[in-house]
C-alpha cells in the first residue's frame, strides 16, 4: 500500500497533491491593504496584476469595475464605465495599457490607464464564436503576452482553446479543444509566459498546467500541483507562482515544476482564502490574491 502511495505522488510530479510537506512561503498579510474610500465596496475580485510602477489593478464585479491601487494600497484611479459584462482577466500590458477580458460578453479589450477603450475583440451583439473563430471567443478568461510582443487569449470556459495574435492583434494560430488528452483542455482558465517564449496554460478542472512552444506544441505538464485558477511568471526569480482555487492556496513553482512553497488555508477571516481566482507578484515579491467568494484583493508581503 505505501508503494501505491508513493507511485501516484511521483507519477503526478515531484509532490503529490498533498502539498502538507511542501515548504511555506514566508509572506506575511498586510492587513487592511486596500484603502476604499467611503462607500465603495467590491464586488467578486476576478483579476489583479501589477504594471512596470508596482501598482496594483484589481478587476472586479462591482460598482467601480477596475481600480488602482498604490504598493501602500490608495486608491490611484478607477473605471465605472468600461463596457464589461462580466469581469474576468485583467493583464498590465507592456505598453502600460490595460487588458480585460469580458466572460460573458465574450470580450478582449484594451483600455487606457484613464479608461479610454483602444482595441475591442468580440462578436457582434457579444454574440460567442466558435472554435475556430479567429477574433470571436466563447467565454474567455485571460490574456497574457510574449517578450515579443504577441499575446495568448485563454478561450475559455466553452472553447477550450489558446489563441495567439502577433503585437498588431492580426490572428496567428489556435490549439486545443474539450478533452482531457495532451494538447486538450476542460476549462483553460489562464495563460503565462515565460522570458524563453513557453507557454502555460492553467487547465483549471483537469487540475493540471499544461506547458507549450510559441506555436502550441506539447511539451510536459504539471499535474501534481492542484486546480491552477491563476498564474503568474515572476521572471526575476524564474518562477512559476499559481493560485489553486480548489484548494485556497498558492503555490510557488521553478519552472521544472518543482514545488517551492505554499502559502494560506480556506477561510473567512483575513489571511486566508475562499475561492482564490487569481494571482500577481510586484518587484519586491509581494503576493497579491483576488477571490471570488471573499470579495476582496489581499496583500502579503515578504518579511
Known amino acids: 500500500m505505501r508503494w501505491m502511495t508513493l507511485a501516484v505522488v511521483f507519477a503526478g510530479g515531484v509532490w503529490g497533491?498533498?502539498?502538507?510537506?511542501?515548504p511555506k512561503l514566508p509572506h506575511k498579510l498586510v492587513e487592511n491593504w486596500a484603502q476604499?474610500?467611503?462607500g465603495w465596496n467590491f464586488g467578486e475580485c476576478t483579476g489583479v496584476d501589477v504594471d512596470r510602477n508596482d501598482?496594483?489593478?484589481?478587476?472586479?464585479?462591482?460598482?467601480?469595475?477596475?481600480?488602482?491601487?498604490?504598493?501602500?494600497?490608495?486608491?490611484?484611479?478607477?473605471?465605472?464605465?468600461v463596457p464589461v459584462m462580466a469581469a474576468h482577466g485583467l493583464e498590465a500590458g507592456p505598453d502600460s495599457n490595460i487588458w480585460l477580458v469580458d466572460v460573458k460578453?465574450?470580450?478582449?479589450?484594451?483600455?487606457?490607464?484613464?479608461?479610454?477603450?483602444?482595441?475591442?475583440?468580440?462578436?457582434?451583439?457579444?454574440?460567442?464564436g466558435d472554435n475556430d473563430s479567429k477574433y470571436f471567443f466563447n467565454e474567455p478568461t485571460a490574456v497574457a503576452f510574449a517578450p515579443n510582443g504577441d499575446f495568448y487569449v485563454a478561450d475559455g470556459y466553452v472553447n477550450s482553446r489558446v489563441v495567439k495574435y502577433n503585437k498588431d492583434a492580426e490572428y496567428v494560430l489556435h490549439w486545443g479543444k474539450?478533452?482531457?488528452?495532451?494538447?486538450?483542455?476542460?476549462l483553460v482558465h489562464d495563460v503565462a509566459v515565460?522570458?524563453?517564449?513557453?507557454?502555460?496554460?492553467?487547465?483549471?478542472?483537469?487540475?493540471?498546467?499544461?506547458?507549450?512552444?510559441?506555436?502550441?506544441k506539447f511539451i510536459r505538464k504539471w499535474t501534481h500541483a492542484g486546480s491552477p485558477y491563476?498564474?503568474?511568471?515572476?521572471?526575476?526569480?524564474?518562477?512559476?507562482y499559481m493560485v489553486d482555487g480548489l484548494n485556497s492556496r498558492v503555490v510557488k513553482l521553478d519552472l521544472d515544476g518543482r514545488v517551492l512553497g505554499t502559502l494560506g488555508s480556506f477561510g473567512k477571516i483575513p489571511g486566508r482564502f475562499d475561492a482564490a481566482h487569481?494571482?500577481?507578484?510586484?518587484?519586491?515579491?509581494?503576493?497579491?490574491?483576488?477571490?471570488?467568494?471573499?470579495?476582496?484583493?489581499?496583500?502579503?508581503?515578504?518579511?
Open 17 to 22: 497533491q498533498d502539498l502538507s510537506s511542501a
Open 36 to 38: 476604499l474610500p467611503p
Open 55 to 81: 501598482n496594483v489593478w484589481v478587476f472586479n464585479r462591482g460598482r467601480q469595475k477596475v481600480i488602482q491601487f498604490s504598493p501602500n494600497g490608495a486608491v490611484i484611479s478607477s473605471m465605472e464605465n
Open 105 to 128: 460578453g465574450h470580450a478582449v479589450m484594451k483600455v487606457s490607464p484613464f479608461g479610454r477603450l483602444l482595441l475591442m475583440m468580440t462578436n457582434s451583439y457579444n454574440r460567442p
Open 178 to 186: 474539450k478533452g482531457k488528452a495532451d494538447g486538450e483542455f476542460d
Open 194 to 216: 515565460d522570458t524563453g517564449g513557453l507557454v502555460y496554460v492553467a487547465d483549471r478542472t483537469n487540475a493540471r498546467v499544461q506547458i507549450f512552444d510559441a506555436n502550441g
Open 230 to 240: 491563476g498564474l503568474h511568471y515572476q521572471a526575476r526569480e524564474k518562477a512559476m
Open 278 to 303: 487569481h494571482i500577481a507578484v510586484d518587484s519586491r515579491g509581494a503576493i497579491y490574491v483576488v477571490e471570488i467568494r471573499n470579495w476582496r484583493v489581499q496583500k502579503f508581503a515578504m518579511p
